[in-house]
């Protein structure tokens, strides 16, 4: 993997995210809705309609994140090629982290519109499920001994099978809706150029975190492959 | 000839009476015009309303105020009631003066309608709350710093994460290195003894 990929993916998301920080609170207008008598309504979120951009973006890229470790994992499965499990593995630990961010950040946004923390609905609870799954495979990779990889392979797929059940509850209670009628279809002309701005820094954001784990993992699994045969060899103890 | 006479005394006599009735009649008329009639607004008031007396009497002497408590029927009042609302809202001393004169006129002339101004007085206060809870929510920035905090926090924690893995990864290098020379000595150290 080129050595370039890494500072290339990070500037161009350290600068990205610079943007999108300066568009969304400084260029993007306040999200206002009127109901039928010309009265503010109460999905006005105002201000606290700025964690949007980021939030989204974080879930579009969890998002992303697992279906690259379903897929790595289906390639490790099938070929027993290590390579896929790196990738797979770098991706989860990337989901987790992503995750996180969703989680947090939905929380707090619930909050400030709804007033409310948590709530236990589907689409809440699978999330959550998910995350807790990814979680699984990061403590399964670690703990599970020489059968790790498939176990969490395994694990990787069951995950992103959830993704679109978690894509079709959205919208089917308090949560803003998604789609084709959902609310980043349906963004208004100011917010739209801040949002994808923000997510496409989130995609280089993801891809370096990616690249420089599955680098590191690379040579994790090389020295250990390294130190296995000095051992067989006798040259090492 | 006589005869004559006498008619044209009797149409003159006519003549008189008649204008005499028709100056009453025309007195009658210009008095029967010159009242109000009942529920009309009096004559040069352009706000012609109870909405009016706020704005007016705060500029009276408290007790003076003329303006009658009927009720708004004109466009013109809600255009009043915004003005007066508007005042009020543009000046908090204006507010208090204006509640006190009402107080005033309460007790002295007219109670109903002061109890009536007391009251939206009132309601512009809860209407002010709400105004202010909903400046709060639009200004809020509260949660939009603890969602920025805590996407910081998550990518500073896997960035130091990824850091001490690769730490871990030089530290394993480094051991490997240093026994595979510690190796590659005993090695030459067996071959110069054989």
């Not at chain 1, 697992?66 to 490790?76: A, D, E």
């Not at chain 1, 496409?200 to 296995?228: D, G, M, N």
């Not at chain 2, 500029?59 to 009658?68: C, D």
């Amino acid at each position: 993997m080129n050595k370039f990929a890494v500072p290339l993916f990070a500037t161009l998301a350290a600068v990205g995210i610079a943007v999108s920080v300066y568009l969304v609170f400084f260029v993007a207008p306040l999200e206002y809705s009127y109901n039928e008598a010309g009265t503010f309504n109460g999905s006005s979120l105002f201000f606290n309609q700025k964690i949007f951009y980021f939030h989204v973006g974080h879930a579009f890229w969890l998002f992303g994140a697992v279906f690259v470790s379903g897929l790595s994992s289906i390639g490790f499965l099938s070929t027993r090629d290590p390579r896929w499990d790196d990738v797979a593995s770098a991706s989860t630990d990337v989901a987790v982290a992503f995750g996180a961010v969703v989680l947090l950040t939905g929380s707090i946004w619930g909050k400030a519109a709804w007033d409310v923390w948590w709530q236990w609905e589907p689409r809440l609870t699978m999330s959550l499920l998910l995350w807790l799954v990814l979680v699984g495979y990061v403590l399964v990779r670690k703990f599970a001994g020489p059968s790790a990889d498939r176990i969490a392979a395994g694990m990787a797929i069951f995950g992103m099978v959830g993704v679109p059940f978690i894509y079709k509850m959205v919208g089917q209670s308090s949560h803003p809706a998604a789609g084709s009628q959902g609310v980043v279809a349906t963004l208004p002309p100011g917010e739209r150029g801040s949002f994808w701005i923000s997510v496409a820094s989130f995609l280089c954001w993801y891809l370096a975190l990616v690249i420089s784990r599955v680098q590191s993992t690379r040579a994790e699994r090389e020295l250990r492959e390294l130190r296995e045969r000095g051992l067989d060899l006798g040259v090492l103890q | 000839m006589t005869l004559l006479m006498k008619m044209m005394k009797w149409t003159n006599g006519i003549a008189r009476w008649g204008v005499v009735f028709v100056l009453v009649l025309v007195t009658f008329a210009g008095v029967a015009l010159a009242q109000p009639a009942p529920g009309s607004t009096p004559a040069g008031d352009p706000a012609g309303s109870t909405a009016a007396a706020p704005a007016d009497s705060t500029r009276a002497t408290p007790g003076t105020s003329t303006t009658s408590p009927t009720a708004p029927t004109s466009p013109a009042d809600g255009d009043a009631r915004k003005a007066c609302t508007t005042a009020m809202n543009a000046d908090p001393k204006f507010a208090a003066d204006m509640i006190a004169t009402l107080h005033d006129i309460e007790r002295t002339a007219d109670p109903k309608l002061a109890a009536e101004i007391i009251a939206t007085v009132h309601d512009m206060d809860t209407i002010k709350v709400h105004t202010d809870a909903m400046a709060h929510v639009q200004k809020n920035e509260q949660h939009v710093i603890y969602a920025y905090a805590a996407m910081w926090i998550v990518a500073a924690l896997f960035v130091i994460f990824l850091w001490r893995r690769q730490q871990a990864l030089q530290a394993e290098i480094a051991t490997l290195r240093r026994d595979l020379e510690a190796a590659a000595d005993e090695a030459t150290a067996d071959k110069a003894r054989s």
